[in-house]
């Protein structure tokens, strides 16, 4: 499980650090693609392929599940760091994301985000209603 939060500096070459914490539970290769809401998505191999797998799964009749699909996997690199722990983040991911100088490693569950610093301070929004947004998941049983 992927938790904690990360600021790191994007050299000029659109490298990366990724925390060595994180670096352990991805293994190499790992995934990088287009997340949703502006930031990308980071997957160990085990977990792309599981989702990979419910990608398949869904019905090519749903143009829906088709343009999903076609978002996640356009995007997708495998990538593998190097002697310093960093990744090269393509041109394409980082104007998707936003990522210019700073950017954020986030731990959420089963994946790593990365956000730029100024979308991620917009995110974090978010928490002044944290009351709010958990009770608006009570019915999904989060057990808090």
């Known amino acids: 499980m992927f938790t904690g939060e990360f600021n790191h500096t994007v050299d000029t070459k659109g ?14 290769p790992f995934v990088v693609t287009k997340g949703l809401d502006g930031c ?4 160990s191999e085990e977990g792309w392929n599981k989702l990979e797998e419910s ?13 999903f699909s076609r978002f996640l996997h356009a995007g997708a690199v495998f990538c593998e760091t190097d002697r310093q722990g960093r990744i090269l983040l ?3 991911l980082r104007s998707f994301a936003g990522i210019d ?3 954020v490693l986030i731990g959420n569950g089963s994946r790593v985000e990365i956000w730029s610093a100024a979308r991620w301070e917009e ?5 002044e209603n944290a009351d709010e947004l958990a009770a608006a998941l009570d019915g999904l049983g989060l057990g808090i």
């Open 15 to 28: 490298r990366v650090i990724v925390p060595s914490l994180f670096r352990e539970q991805l293994g190499t």
């Open 40 to 43: 990308l998505f980071v997957f």
């Open 55 to 67: 990608l398949a799964a869904l019905p090519m009749t749903n143009a829906n599940a088709r343009k």
């Open 90 to 92: 393509p041109a394409n």
């Open 101 to 103: 100088k700073e950017a």
């Open 123 to 127: 995110e974090l929004g978010f928490e």
